[in-house]
């Protein structure tokens, strides 16, 4: 039974006018923090368990070149295979390093004669690639063979892992916030009917009532309010997730990674109406309990 | 006749028989003068008392007190043998649901039925909802509002409303009844109507207390009665009464004795 008539007036309203703006907000901010997330870790599982090398031609275009460019790579092979970690080397051929630019300068005997650097693929023992310092073994291999440089993918790779990780973070920073104004807009919404309905909580209150009996009836009447509100701007946010779905499938050359949200991104995402709902009905039970300890 | 009260009271023998007890009370409002600064006085179980007292003179202010929506600035006050002053905000809606108050206002609830009013004290307590179902429309005959079960508070007369005030302040047979003006809205058939329906709780055992500043009404029954003039409380014998009495009758349209309450 129901003894306050809560929920009949403007804050009927605005509660969940607020609540569902808010869960719209975070539903957006944790989506694309998850999908971020997602994206880094293919990403640190692609990369991180290979480094390139290269070694420069030695220069020249006659045979003896060659064959010191051949002896060279050999040697490169030799000193990164002795490194710990490395669990093999492989020599690209000729005709691979060929395939690698014909895109852009195209084949024939020419190109063959351009001084092109020798690539080596350097594949790291599972579990390496974490330990691996690519420092060092840049040292070794540059002092074993001159000019030859390790390719750290993990560096420039590493930076833009970090700008998806404060990406990931704001996400959740505006969870965050959105849930604290989501609390200090129930606050404002509780302390206005307790106002507005102060005569009947005196009522109660002179009868007997305990204060639980009357916080009970604010907090369901938030949960309520909450759910409305938050069901409804997780419905809303779904078509605009998914039509940022569509836009970045459509720009699906190897630029934009497949964005995807795992069952387990889902549920988090169905959570965050629950969560504020929750939100709501406790934010508004602490506020009527906090008022009511007031009255004599 | 005057009356010291804290002799009486004697405060190394507590007497479980009273109902109320006010020892030395003071109270201020705020920074405000002391409306009163040492009163005291003890109601005995099953007692019928007036309060008077001009207008200002503080008799909502010692109902305030008695039903918990005051605290005394200096004094104690026990309830029921429990010194309120001591005790903890989360028991005091047990003492309250003890009482039943007549409020000058009231205070009913204006989206609720008569008989959802009427029946607050009893779903506050947890009671089960047939009993509520089986006793509130009982009550609401006897005071003559069996028509009006489902009426808003604010399409009655005050009369009327003064009735379902009354219904809701003893539907849970109360052991101590305070009523503050209880007639001061109505004529005085109504108000010596009314005032027997107190007397008929009174007979069932509760103690009761009402504040008016209708002295006509007050001499016309022999309870005593307490003064507060000046912020001092007096003690006064009461009126002869027994003949105007006689002509009293509960409410016309219902039966002539309370229905038993849960």
Request: some cysteine; aromatic content about 4%; proline content about 7%.
């Amino acid at each position: 039974m129901r003894t306050l008539p809560l929920g009949r007036d403007r804050t009927a309203v605005l509660v969940p006018m607020l609540v569902g703006v808010m869960v719209f907000l975070a539903v957006l901010a944790a989506a694309g923090a998850l999908a971020l997330g997602n994206v880094l870790e293919d990403w640190s599982r692609d990369v991180s368990g290979s480094l390139t090398a290269q070694v420069p031609p030695v220069p020249g275009l006659g045979e003896a070149a060659r064959m010191a460019t051949d002896e060279r790579v050999a040697q490169a092979a030799a000193v990164l295979r002795a490194q710990p970690g490395v669990a093999s080397v492989r020599v690209l051929s000729e005709d691979e390093l060929m395939a690698l630019v014909e895109p852009w300068i195209g084949a024939g005997e020419l190109v063959r004669d351009l001084p092109l650097p020798r690539l080596l693929d350097i594949t790291l023992e599972p579990g390496a690639a974490a330990r691996t310092n690519p420092g060092p073994m840049a040292d070794v291999l540059r002092d074993a063979v001159p000019g030859a440089t390790l390719d750290e993918h993990r560096l420039w790779l590493g930076r833009l892992m970090d700008l998806g990780e404060a990406l990931g973070a704001l996400g959740l920073a505006v969870v965050l916030v959105v849930s604290g104004a989501t609390a200090v807009a129930v606050v404002h919404a509780t302390r206005a009917d307790l106002a507005a309905y102060r005569p009947v909580i005196e009522v109660l209150h002179m009868i007997g009532a305990q204060d639980g009996y009357i916080a009970r009836q604010f907090a369901i009447n938030a949960l309520f309010q909450g759910l409305k509100g938050g069901l409804g701007g997780f419905m809303l946010a779904l078509p605009t997730l998914a039509g940022v779905g569509l836009l970045a499938d459509r720009v699906e050359a190897g630029l934009v990674p497949r964005i995807s949200l795992s069952v387990v991104d889902w549920a988090i995402l169905a959570a965050l109406p629950l969560g504020a709902a929750s939100l709501a009905m406790l934010t508004a039970r602490v506020t009527v309990l906090r008022t009511l300890a007031r009255m004599p | 006749m005057s009356h010291d009260s804290a002799a009486r009271a004697g405060l190394d023998d507590p007497d479980a028989n009273m109902v109320v007890r006010f020892d030395h009370v003071g109270l201020r409002y705020d920074l405000g003068p002391e409306v009163f600064r040492d009163i005291g006085f003890a109601l005995p179980k099953g007692s019928f008392h007036f309060l008077t007292g001009g207008s200002g003179a503080g008799k909502s202010s010692v109902l305030g007190l008695c039903y918990l929506a005051l605290r005394p600035t200096r004094g104690t006050i026990r309830l029921f043998g429990h010194d309120v002053t001591q005790l903890p905000r989360q028991v005091l809606p047990r003492l309250r649901r003890r009482m039943g108050v007549v409020f000058q206002d009231f205070r009913l609830i204006d989206h609720l039925s008569a008989l959802d009013n009427v029946a607050l004290p009893l779903r506050v307590a947890g009671a089960p909802e047939t009993d509520i179902r089986r006793h509130v429309p009982e009550l609401l005959a006897w005071v003559g509002l069996a028509d009006h079960l489902d009426a808003k508070p604010p399409t009655l007369s005050g009369g009327q409303k003064q009735r379902v005030a009354i219904a809701r302040a003893v539907i849970n047979r109360p052991d101590l009844l305070l009523a503050d003006e209880p007639t001061g809205n109505v004529d005085d058939r109504i108000a010596m109507r009314l005032l027997h329906l107190f007397e008929e709780l009174n007979k069932m055992g509760t103690t009761v207390l009402i504040a008016t500043h209708n002295e006509q009404l007050v001499q016309r029954f022999p309870y005593e009665r307490l003064h507060l003039q000046a912020g001092r409380l007096t003690r006064h014998r009461g009126g002869g009464g027994a003949s105007e009495r006689a002509g009293v009758r509960p409410a016309t349209d219902a039966p002539a004795t309370p229905p038993r309450q849960p």
